[in-house]
T-cell receptor, first 114, second 112 residues
Framework: KAGVTQTPRYLIKTRGQQVTLSCSPI?????VSWYQQTPGQGLQFLFE???????NKGNFPGRFSGRQFSNSRSEMNVSTLELGDSALYLC?????????????FGPGTRLLVL | KQEVTQIPAALSVPEGENLVLNCSFT??????LQWFRQDPGKGLTSLLL?????REQTSGRLNASLDKSSGRSTLYIAASQPGDSATYLC???????????FGPGTSLSVIP
């Protein structure tokens, strides 16, 4: 069974640009969550999607948005990039409920904003 | 607001030692607690998940305990090996459908 995949793995952008990250969950998993990980703030929850609907949201500005498609694949978009957005972005999938069962994480996308 | 802390922030032990990692959370109304492992620059791997009604879970050399009333969990690693070197994170969720809150992690180094 293939694991969670994320593309691209590495990305370099400049301030003001926008970026789209992609996450393909494990087959059959319907919940996809996104996290931002930085040395200073640790692992912070961005949002969770289930059946194409955002079910949970963390405390991030509106520049961070996401969506989920009918095949459960998810994308995350960050507009008007800032230097502080440089981070490892992780997505995780679970069968139904992110707080109920094991989450399976992808390898992450490392974003560098210059 | 739920806050999760982990002590120590870093730990270095010789191979073969048994060790304990600690996780504390401020709101005892949790649904479950999970322990993860993260290797440098990589994603997280789930190690153990303890439901709020459980006291402990075991997997191989790993044993995790949960004391909801005191807001604490411990991860016990027996007979540590160099391959155990990684960052260990604990995470809690308030309900089955709520977001997961992570601790800052404990960086473990096992010296051969």
């Amino acid at each position: 069974k293939a694991g969670v995949t994320q593309t691209p793995r590495y990305l370099i952008k400049t301030r003001g640009q926008q970026v789209t990250l992609s996450c393909s969950p494990i087959s059959g998993h319907r919940s996809v969550s996104w996290y931002q990980q930085t040395p200073g703030q640790g692992l912070q929850f961005l949002f969770e999607y289930f059946s194409e609907t955002q079910r949970n949201k963390g405390n991030f500005p509106g520049r961070f948005s996401g969506r989920q498609f009918s095949n459960s694949r998810s994308e995350m978009n960050v507009s008007t990039l800032e230097l502080g957005d440089s981070a490892l972005y992780l997505c995780a999938s679970s069968l139904i409920a992110l707080g109920q069962e094991t989450q399976y994480f992808g390898p992450g996308t490392r974003l560098l904003v210059l | 607001k739920q806050e999760v802390t982990q002590i120590p922030a870093a730990l270095s032990v010789p191979e073969g030692e048994n060790l304990v990692l600690n996780c504390s959370f401020t709101d005892s109304a949790i649904y479950n607690l999970q322990w993860f492992r993260q290797d440098p620059g990589k994603g997280l791997t789930s190690l153990l998940l303890i439901q709020s009604s459980q006291r402990e879970q075991t997997s191989g050399r790993l044993n995790a305990s949960l004391d909801k009333s005191s807001g604490r969990s411990t991860l016990y690693i027996a007979a540590s090996q160099p391959g155990d070197s990684a960052t260990y994170l604990c995470a809690v969720s308030r309900t089955s459908y709520d977001k997961v809150i992570f601790g800052p992690g404990t960086s473990l180094s096992v010296i051969p």
